[in-house]
């Protein structure tokens, strides 16, 4: 995929956490308004972000593909492995949540099919990502470190980016625009990962320039989506505006073929249903899918005949299988991008925001207004009614609360 639809998905799946999050949370993953707010600073670095595995890391021979093949010669034993085998029903089982592609493939044939991958391997990349940014909000700064649990405890119960902490121990290691801009980087692996051409071992050149598809089939079929997303100037946006991004992502350039009406994305959390907690098998069977959709929507191969017949080109796609069927493919599969990006973003984050414990109890009383460790014992003298329960100080500071000059010290009265 090329540079304006990596930046609409990232900003899309953006917007979509934002929608669906109900009171701070999407299904059990909670301050989902935490994240969005994190990513809502650094908005402006789409464009740049979630271009960079092209522009900077330039991994796309390896990194950005999956390649799968069912020829039996170069599978060998696998083509006996059930492992290799991953029907309809087992991948409907897997991936949970709302899947357009894999939908559009229930009665294909090719499912049933023994494939393997030998090429490439973005699940990999994808799941190194994911660990790093988990690692990152560990170790990041304010405001994040404060939704992390108890071991932080002594670290964090002052503000840290505003006391400039030198200490490197204590200070802030990771920024939250370096988390962005990894979650960026990371919805442009998740993305290519449902581009079915990255999945399919049929479209590389190889030795003795052996190459079953036209080598100009892929880069036309992205040149073509390219049309239907906006351009930098709309893309690279300045300050966080949720009016903006609703502009951005929902007002599509007018020739544009993605039908946000037709092929909604989940208005609930329903939709994107965690498959499990294993984000690399889950970018195993997107690639899955995404090989079977190749395999069905590319069926006719490079052969002499075929270069003869002028096939090699994305118009010559759409004027051989019809208009509607290139509509359809391409809602389904950026529609499934653009789930898959918001799914695996709030998973890395449901990791991270395990609940908080509660450290902090405050004493509500007008006369007291005090917060206090969970295990000081003056709060065996505040009445039931008047205790609010904290995970931070910051945020009992900000409700106007003063620490206990004995469990915490540093009163302000
Ligand atoms: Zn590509
Ligand atoms: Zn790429
Ligand atoms: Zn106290």
Redesign the pocket.
Same mark, same amino acid.
Do not use: T, W
């Given at each position: +995929?090329k540079r304006a639809a990596h930046g609409w998905i990232a900003l899309r799946a953006y917007k979509l956490i934002d929608d669906i999050s109900v009171n701070g949370r999407i299904g059990n993953v909670r301050h989902t308004d935490k994240l969005i707010e994190l990513l809502s600073y650094y908005l402006s670095g789409v464009w740049d972000g979630a271009w960079i595995p092209d522009s900077l890391i330039c991994d796309m021979k390896y990194g #950005?593909i999956f390649k799968q093949t069912n020829d039996p010669k170069i599978l060998g034993s696998k083509s006996k492995d059930k492992r290799s085998q991953a029907p309809y029903k087992e991948l409907k089982s897997i991936l949970k949540g709302k899947r357009l592609c894999l939908e559009r493939l229930k009665k294909e044939e090719v499912l049933n099919e023994h494939y393997w991958s030998e090429e490439g391997h973005l699940p990999d990349r994808v799941i190194a990502l994911t660990h790093t940014v988990s690692d990152m909000l560990k170790l990041g700064d304010f405001p994040l470190a404060f939704y992390l649990r108890e071991q932080r405890r002594e670290a964090y119960e002052g503000d840290l980016s505003a006391a400039g902490v030198k200490n490197l121990s204590l200070s802030p290691t990771f920024s939250a625009r370096q988390i962005a801009t990894t979650l960026f980087m990371l919805s442009h692996y998740i993305a290519?990962a449902h +581009?079915p051409?990255?999945c399919d071992y049929r479209d590389y050149s190889r030795r003795n320039k052996i190459r079953p598809m036209s080598p100009r089939l #892929?880069p036309s079929i992205?040149e073509e989506w390219e049309k239907s997303f906006p351009k930098e100037k709309m893309l690279g946006i300045g300050k966080y505006s949720k009016d903006s991004v609703d502009d951005i992502v929902l007002n599509l350039p007018k020739n544009s073929i993605i039908e946000t009406d037709k092929y909604k994305l989940s208005a609930s959390a329903a939709g994107l249903k965690k498959s499990n907690d294993n984000v690399w098998e889950e970018m195993v069977n997107i690639c899955r899918v995404s090989y079977a959709l190749s395999r069905t929507w590319i069926d006719k191969e490079n052969t002499k005949e075929n270069q003869e017949a002028g096939y090699d080109d994305v118009r010559e796609l759409i004027k051989r299988k019809g208009k509607e069927e290139f509509i359809d493919v391409t809602n389904q599969i950026f529609h499934d991008a653009v789930e898959s990006v918001a799914r695996i973003w709030l998973l890395v984050w449901g990791k991270f925001i395990k609940k908080p414990k509660i450290l902090f109890i405050a004493n509500k009383d007008k006369y007291h207004m005090e917060v206090h460790q969970d295990t000081c014992p003056w709060l065996g003298l505040v009445k039931k009614s008047n205790k609010i329960r904290f995970t931070n100080l910051i945020d009992a500071h900000k409700q106007g609360f003063d620490n206990c000059a004995h469990c915490i010290g540093g009163s302000k009265r």
């Open positions: +995929m #950005h290519d +581009m051409l990255h #892929h992205e």
